[in-house]
């Protein structure tokens, strides 16, 4: 097997145990797989300088120690997701979130006081006193990329300049949550998130532009490399970025030096170097599917294209249903994903693709050429051009975002070792013959004994609020929706014996709830349950001891 896959493999195990188990079995783990590798036969020398340089990063980059209250502590935060970064210059083992700041869009270093540590809706907050913020200051290229953005946009509507810079610099977080919703019912999210259809199109783009000019092909590819290189580190190095630009680069090495690009070598030498650069980056969401949507691309893609190609004859109609095949395999890959993280199955997403990524593609040429052309003060030349693909796809994501069953919600619970059980399932079914493909089923029966998290005593989530204690009751102060269900299952909330609302709950949403037992409380109304009192307050739906009790603090 080749030494970058070899390291890929290792890399991934590694990463995996010090994100799932302990300090001691994680090292355990490291050092049998470090040995090993010194005693492999025929072992290379670049496999063993790998595996011990990934250990001594994850020993001096990774913060694996615990925190406790009152220690002084410096974090580097995403304001817009208040999200953890680093702790005292290290990257966090976990995911872990700033609590109770008020942080602006764009990165911060927080100093102060850990005065507690907050277990809320599945997440992990770290609250401090004594805060000091200081905004961390946007890079040069950064900075470069936003004002020509800015001076491009500044005579299109609010709504187009968001997109441009969602699409260009990653900045997808004012878009509205009615853009963002129904790019992700459509499948088509993966358009307004920088990956390697971007890069492909951007380096595309330099070489066109550059052809014009009388260069030699070696400093054409040299140019688009340098530039790449700058764009990369002006938009970040999010997972999904990282791994575009490294199977770009080596795209752009291989015609510098006339060897032919070989795309899975070019995936795991992405991979490692991601690893090597983030050694826990294996758990975020953009990582796993930016490398599944290749690794489904490279893989198990060419199998469906093998036995197309054999049935079907040439031409336009081929392309089309090879096109298709293509966003059809994408999307069975990443089933797994879907269905862990955002509780959805994607029916007919890949169709929409056929027409959406044509015009994602579009948009991207014409918005990088402006931010190319306006270098030299010709950018506002094709703006009129960005303008129009941008109204066309956006409509076009609008009206299809209408169909129904694009993609469906899944209601089950959570379990643990759920996506790798699936995925199992997946390889299985695309690499193994005979009656081994038919094993290869077995992870879902075992999916079945597996239970999901019991819920806790009181469960507090935007609006709603969940009492444990017999009887199960459910208080909501608003409309149910989908995604509240979703995260009651996902805590273990199985059946609900009382729910109190201040309003009808959709027969449906109550059926897949297992509700016993409505109660509607109009204001002013309350209702006693055992040892529990509850009353509408201004359209509120409060537990009357709760603010007793706050009260006596």
């Avoid at 931010?371 to 950018?379: I, N």
């Avoid at 109204?391 to 169909?403: A, D, R, V, Y």
Wanted: proline content about 3%.
């Amino acid at each position: 097997m080749e030494t970058t896959y070899l390291a890929a493999l290792e890399l991934l195990i590694m990463s995996l145990a010090f994100c799932f188990f302990s300090l001691w079995i994680a090292t355990a783990v490291t050092v049998f797989l470090v040995v090993s590798t010194f005693f492999m036969k025929n072992r290379s020398k670049l496999l063993l300088v790998i595996a011990l340089l990934f250990v001594v990063r994850i020993f001096t980059g990774v913060d694996l120690g615990s925190h406790n209250k009152g220690e002084n502590i410096v974090l580097k935060v995403n304001g817009g997701k208040n999200k953890i970064e680093r702790i005292n210059g290290k990257i966090p083992r976990k995911a872990l979130y700033i609590y109770g700041n008020n942080l602006e869009d764009g990165k911060s270093e927080i100093k102060g006081i850990l005065q507690n540590k907050i277990e809320k809706n599945n997440r992990e907050y770290y609250q401090l006193e004594e805060v000091y913020t200081t905004p961390i200051p946007k890079g040069f290229v950064n900075r470069y990329l936003d004002e020509k953005i800015s001076t491009l946009t500044r005579e299109y509507s609010g709504d187009m300049a968001k997109f441009y810079r969602a699409v260009i610099l990653g900045e997808k977080g004012n878009l509205s949550d009615k853009v963002k919703n129904m790019f992700s019912y459509t499948g088509t999210s993966h358009l307004i998130v920088i990956s390697g259809l971007h890069i492909g199109v951007i380096i595309a783009i330099i070489l066109f532009l550059t052809g014009k000019l009388p260069l030699q092909r070696e400093l054409r590819y040299f140019i688009s490399a340098v530039i790449l290189t700058l764009y990369t580190v002006g938009v970040g190095l999010a997972p999904s970025v990282l791994r575009a630009y490294i199977m770009g680069m080596c795209y752009i090495g291989g015609e510098l030096f006339y060897e032919k690009p070989d795309p899975k070598k070019s995936l795991s030498a992405a991979f490692v170097i991601s690893l090597m650069i983030n050694p826990v980056s294996v758990m975020e969401l953009s990582f796993q599917m930016s490398f599944m949507a290749v690794v489904a691309i490279i893989f198990i893609y060419p199998k469906v294209e093998k036995k197309l190609n054999s049935s079907v004859r040439g031409g336009f109609i081929k392309k089309v249903l090879l096109f298709a095949a293509m966003s059809l395999t994408i999307q069975i890959f990443l089933t797994p994903i879907f269905l862990v993280y955002f509780r959805t199955i994607p029916i007919l997403s890949f169709l929409v693709n056929l027409v959406a990524i044509p015009l994602g593609v579009l948009f991207v040429q014409n918005a990088f050429g402006a931010l190319v052309l306006s270098v030299v003060g010709l950018g506002g030349i094709l703006m009129p051009t960005v303008n129009l693909s941008y109204h066309i796809l956006l409509k076009f994501i609008e009206i299809t975002s209408n169909i129904p069953a694009l993609s469906v919600n899944y209601y089950g619970i959570k379990k643990s070792g759920m996506i790798i059980l699936l995925y199992s399932v997946i390889f299985g079914m695309a690499f193994l013959r005979g009656r081994w493909k038919g094993l290869s089923v077995i992870p879902l029966f075992i999916l079945l004994f597996i239970d999901g998290p019991d819920p806790p005593e009181i469960l507090d989530y935007k609006g709603i609020v969940y009492y444990r204690e017999k009887p199960g009751i459910l208080v909501s102060g608003k409309r149910i929706s989908d995604r509240d269900i979703i995260f009651l299952r996902d805590n273990g909330v199985k059946a609900i014996e009382v729910l109190i609302s201040t309003e009808k709950t959709d027969e449906k949403l109550k059926k897949i709830l297992k509700v016993s037992e409505e109660l509607i409380l109009s204001e002013g109304d309350e209702v006693k349950l055992k040892t529990r009192t509850f009353r509408n307050i201004k359209g509120r739906i409060v537990e009357l001891e709760r603010i007793e009790k706050t009260i006596q603090i």
